[in-house]
């Protein structure tokens, strides 16, 4: 299977400043995804990065705070805007390969003061 | 809305016993059903899909057998390790083709095996 490497693993944020993640895929895959994992709660999908098109975004989410960059079929970035402590989860990245099945990066930790 | 459900919480057996992980779902219309383990700092790792075509799939130690009808599925786990600790989580896809990649969650099994 691909390799996904995510980047940062973790970083502490102040309020009200953003932070960009990026995932890096050592193949070309066509989407990919992100979700985010609350403390205690189990993952939600926030959107789905196509190449060449604008993410899609869930219920609940909006481009202004999660806005996502897909600039070619290996790479995606999501940048969280705007931190507040709420924010404070693990991100991760998946794609698709293989049929459906979903593979995951190593996620980043994300604590917001 | 497809909501899934994963009991117990937390499971704490000793090495060597073969243990059962439920899941459970609200729509039997699922396309696929999914298992994953979580390690801190390492992500998750796909165990095993099963389409909603079949009954069971296999990998090793790892048996995960689906019943739409009763909207439940099960991780069977033989000859538990230390090496299993981890927690475990089950996902549910209600569609492939522009749906896809969209999995609804349980919240997990938190695993501890004890030497």
Redesign the interface.
Known sequence: SAV?S?KP?RDICQRGTSLTIQCQVDSQVT?M?WYRQQPG?????IA?ANQGSEATY?SGFVIDKFPISRPNLTFSTLTVSNMSPEDSSIY?C?I?QG?????????T?LSVL | KQEVTQIPAALSVPEGENLVLNCSFTDSAIYNLQWFRQDPGKGLTSLLLIQSSQREQTSGRLNASLDKSSGRSTLYIAASQPGDSATYLCAGANAGGTSYGKLTFGQGTILTVHP
């Not at chain 1, 709660?41 to 999908?45: A, E, I, K, M, R």
């Open positions: 996904i995510q693993s989407m995804f709660q189990s993952l939600t999908l789905t869930e991760l998946s698709g049929g459906e099945k979903l593979f995951f990066g190593s996620g930790q």
